[in-house]
Nanobody, 125 residues
Framework: QVQLVESGGGLVQAGGSLRLSCTAS????????MGWFRQAPGKEREFVAA????????AYADSVKGRFSLSRDNAKNTVYLQMNSLKPEDTAVYYC??????????????????WGQGTQVTVSS
């Protein structure tokens, strides 16, 4: 199993920035990619961004391109989601997830086997 712990959420004004972290433990070596999803009240959980451990593939949702960026620290088994120019519509619970399937889609929620507990991000207008 893979355990995932997120941190870094909080309350920020529109236009501000936050950085989320996700650290994997357990069978972290079995992870192909790490992704971030978010879920706003009353909405489906949606893809935000993902990166392979090798760094060879990165994907972003259109809604966050140019504002959010991913990075990883393989030595710490940690992935970071830097969120800039935040908007009220970015308000959601953000979940980190791990994808064990080599070469699979980074955007497909059903490819992710393990999930963190989520961290709340609230952007005020």
């Amino acid at each position: 199993q893979v355990q995932l712990v997120e941190s870094g959420g909080g309350l920020v004004q529109a236009g501000g920035s936050l950085r989320l972290s996700c650290t994997a433990s357990g069978r972290a070596f079995s992870v192909y990619a790490m992704g971030w999803f978010r879920q706003a009240p009353g909405k489906e959980r949606e893809f935000v961004a993902a990166i392979t451990w090798s760094g060879g593939r990165i994907a972003y949702a259109d809604s966050v391109k140019g504002r959010f960026s991913l990075s990883r620290d393989n030595a710490k088994n940690t992935v970071y989601l830097q969120m800039n120019s935040l908007k009220p519509e970015d308000t959601a619970v953000y979940y980190c997830a791990s994808n064990p399937s080599y070469g699979s889609s980074l955007e497909a929620r059903n490819r992710y086997a393990y999930w963190g507990q989520g961290t709340q991000v609230t952007v005020s207008s």
